[in-house]
């Protein structure tokens, strides 16, 4: 066998194990180029410009960022979102009160009128995107790497600034690929985002904790918010003068459902993922970091729940709160079973060795990649070392609230020690000013002294006592071990600890009082301990793992030169396609692909909050009273797909061949936990709520009809040549946009 028939062979090997049926999360730019003949192939009956254009209204133009940590989709020509209920939760529970329980009860405006303005959210539309690698590159060829990135930093600013250059559009440039790839993207950001319905936590959180991230799911996570815009139908702030978005392009929803094998595509803005993580990352991952996250978000949960079982008042206080630390502890959880069950690590080391031995058969390659795994290794064995520093850190000392507030007035304090003007002092002021009354709308006191005593106490005690700061070292010596009267201490003396004494010192702030504050002191004091034990080492680890991730793209890329890779999430906006599976968990398990509210029937168990049905509901079904949105005589609840997604997809359209909406993206399943890592074709799937069960809460349960009847709905649909011969329930006046015999409808 000839030494280039085993090195072409090892090449497809590590190419089959990289990129398998639906995985990807594909740039909606590089479509027509790399995508589009196999989704059609699959199902899509749309062109590449009609999902991604900027000369013409398409799908790309309903899909939003919502919030800055999830995604939307327009679904009326008046600027009306849908996303999930989870991703509404902090705004619903903003607005809620213990008269005005919105999370329990559910919100529903009757007209625009009673939309509730939420300030500091935003809905982010994407103009476009442009590959501006060689712009970038190469001006740093030649260059060290502290040059190139101070190179790039340079060339990044310039081309954003000449991106927007007259126009009210935002911008940034992100890498691809470890820093092999770079693109820019233009955005337009809307400030004035009202909330408009989402249903009570009992159908929108069904549940809860004990059914996250599991299938079977019967969950109406979803909720509704409009855009509005000034009077030129620009973004502008909250003003009772503004009017709902009149958006480029808005999705038609679907009534007719999907079936085993249905096609499926999704859009949205996926968070983060690392597919390209070594073994050693992996490692790493599963034995240290993540058993330490656990540990620390499972004690901050009980001591938040104590308190939150005591007091309605705090329950709805911290509900958003303790549903962003539980999500990601249950993640965490699962993450680590599905990277020991999956032999993940194993699995990585079986590319890694493919690339190894592809390296090592040529002498250029050898000398270039030949020693890079045994690098990683290296770097990971080093991190080791300071990881739990870094990881309590993040989540023991910043799990604690008065700490990170504490930090984020440092900028304030560095003004009033370094301010050249008044004006210069008043805008900090004015911003730690919006900061206090953000963070003492849902704070309560003494549940975070609470838990700065028991996160404390563990970041002195599991820490290596090398890499402890001082200032938890001297209260363990001075309370002797009690850190209970530490916090005692801090929250008795400490005027970040109350509002009322918060307000008075920004009347008249002083970077001594500042100074002098036990809180503001422990958060200096563990950050500046933390930079002068761990963090220099962990930079140089850092930079080292930069430099090596950067490489080893460049050998995988260069391995597989003709095949389509896609680069790691990185909140970009991505597309995904796949279909509509059952699948098979386990020996002898196998999970059907869509839910029915006969299941949410099943769950029912008055006495446990995280199954309570709503009268109304149980009365609906017990009429089998689903109007159209009915399907074999009973209501579809969620489904599954085979759409390869991650946290920041949460809200996604899930679209069928023709680009109309069947549902919205909410979760992943347990079985595929460690699916950021490595993707699972057999195992991984997108859980999402079926459209009709939401427009059933919408127009059955809560009667928001003046909702229904914005929105452009489909049912039996059957292409025509002409559009306007088409079934549209919703008849208004429409353009067509059109490539070759393929068309999608935009409402005026």
């Known amino acids: 066998m000839s030494k280039k028939f085993i090195v072409v062979t090892l090449c497809l090997l590590f190419l089959q194990s990289l990129c398998r049926a639906d995985e990807g999360m594909w740039l909606p730019l590089l479509l027509n180029r790399l995508n589009i003949e196999d989704m059609q192939k699959k199902g899509l009956k749309l062109s590449a410009d009609e999902i991604y254009s900027v000369n013409h209204a398409s799908l790309k133009d309903a899909v939003v960022n919502f919030g800055g940590y999830c995604t939307g989709e327009i679904i009326s020509d008046k600027g009306l979102v849908l996303t999930n209920h989870h991703c509404g939760y902090e705004s619903v529970q903003s607005h809620s009160t213990v008269e005005h329980d919105y999370l329990t009860n559910g919100f529903w405006a009757r007209t625009m009128s009673e939309e509730l303005p939420t300030p500091g959210l935003t809905v982010t539309f994407l103009i476009r995107m442009e590959d501006v690698t060689e712009k970038i590159l190469g001006s740093c060829a030649g260059l060290s790497p502290e040059e190139k990135e101070a190179k790039v930093e340079e060339i990044s600013a310039e081309l954003e600034k000449a991106a927007i250059a007259g126009t009210h559009y935002t911008s940034e440039i992100k890498s691809f690929f470890e820093g092999n790839e770079y693109y820019l993207f233009v955005y337009e950001v809307f400030k004035d985002v009202r909330l408009v319905g989402a249903p009570p936590s009992s159908i929108g959180k069904f549940g809860g904790d004990t059914d996250n991230w599991m299938w079977p799911r019967h969950t109406g996570d979803f909720s509704l918010f409009r855009v ?29 459902g999907y079936e085993d094998g249905s096609f499926t595509m999704i859009m949205g803005y996926p968070g983060s993922t690392e597919r390209y993580l070594t073994s050693a990352g992996v490692k790493l991952a599963y034995e ?7 540990k620390i978000r499972e004690k901050r949960l009980a001591l938040m729940k104590e308190d939150m079982n005591a007091d309605p008042e705090i329950k709805i206080k911290y509900a ?5 630390v539980s999500n990601y502890y249950k993640y965490f959880i699962g993450q680590n079973q599905g990277l020991r069950r999956l032999d993940v690590a194993d699995q990585k080391k079986a590319r890694e060795q493919k690339f190894q031995e592809w390296a090592d058969a040529d002498p250029e390659r050898k000398k270039k990649y030949g020693d890079l795994l045994p690098e990683f290794e290296k770097i990971y064995q080093d991190y080791r070392l300071v990881a739990p520093a870094y990881t309590y850190l993040e989540e023991a000392a910043f799990g604690t609230e008065i700490l990170l507030f504490a930090y984020k007035l440092n900028s304030l304090y560095q003004t009033l020690q370094n301010a050249t003007s008044p004006e210069e002092t008043q805008k900090a002021v004015k911003a730690a000013k919006e900061e206090a009354d953000e963070f003492y709308k849902n704070y309560n006191s003494s549940t975070d002294k609470k838990i700065f005593a028991a996160l404390l106490k563990m970041y002195h005690d599991d820490v290596n006592p090398k890499l402890v700061p001082s200032v938890l070292k001297e209260a363990n010596k ?23 004494k918060m307000d008075n010192f920004l009347k008249k702030p002083s970077a001594k009082v500042l100074e002098k504050d036990p809180a503001f002191k422990t958060s200096q004091a563990i950050i500046s301990d933390f930079r ?44 995904t396609y796949g279909s509509v599976e059952d699948y098979y968990p386990k020996d002898a398990a196998h999970f059907s692909y869509y ?21 109304k509901l149980i009365e609906l079904y017990k009429k089998k009273d689903y109007g159209r949105y009915g399907y074999k005589s009973t209501l579809p609840i969620n489904f599954i797909t085979t759409n390869d997604i991650t946290g920041g997809n949460s809200g996604s359209p899930v679209m069928n061949g023709y680009g109309h909406l069947i549902g919205c993206a909410f979760d992943g399943n347990w079985e595929a936990m460690s699916g950021d890592i490595i993707f699972e074709p057999n195992l991984q799937r997108t859980i999402a709520v079926d459209i009709r069960y939401i427009l059933f809460i919408i127009d059955k349960y809560a009667g928001a009809e003046n909702l229904i009847q914005e929105m452009t709905i489909v049912q039996n649909f059957k292409p025509s040549a002409s559009l306007e011969e088409a079934p549209l329930e919703n008849k208004k006046p429409v353009d067509t946009i059109k490539t070759g015999n393929k068309k999608l409808e935009k409402v005026h």
């Open 228 to 256: 509005y815009t000034g009077p030129d139908g620009k973004p502008a702030d909250y003003s009772p003068n503004n009017i709902p978005l009149k958006p480029k392009f808005h999705l038609t929803i679907s009534l007719d």
């Open 288 to 294: 240290v970091t993540n058993p330490d996250r656990i």
């Open 320 to 324: 958003a709160n303790y549903a962003q």
């Open 478 to 500: 001075k309370y002797k071990g009690d850190f209970t009267k530490f916090a005692d201490y801090v929250f008795n003396n400490s005027i970040l600890a109350s509002k009322e």
């Open 532 to 575: 002068g034990l761990a963090g220099p080492f962990l930079g140089l680890i850092f930079a080292k793992l930069e430099a090596a991730n950067n490489l080893y793209l460049q050998g995988i890329r260069e391995m597989n030169k003709d095949a389509k890779l896609y680069p790691d999430a990185n909140f970009t906006m991505r597309l």
């Open 595 to 615: 839910t029915t509210i006969e299941g949410i029937m099943e769950k029912e168990d008055p006495n446990n909050e995280e199954f309570i049905v709503p009268e």
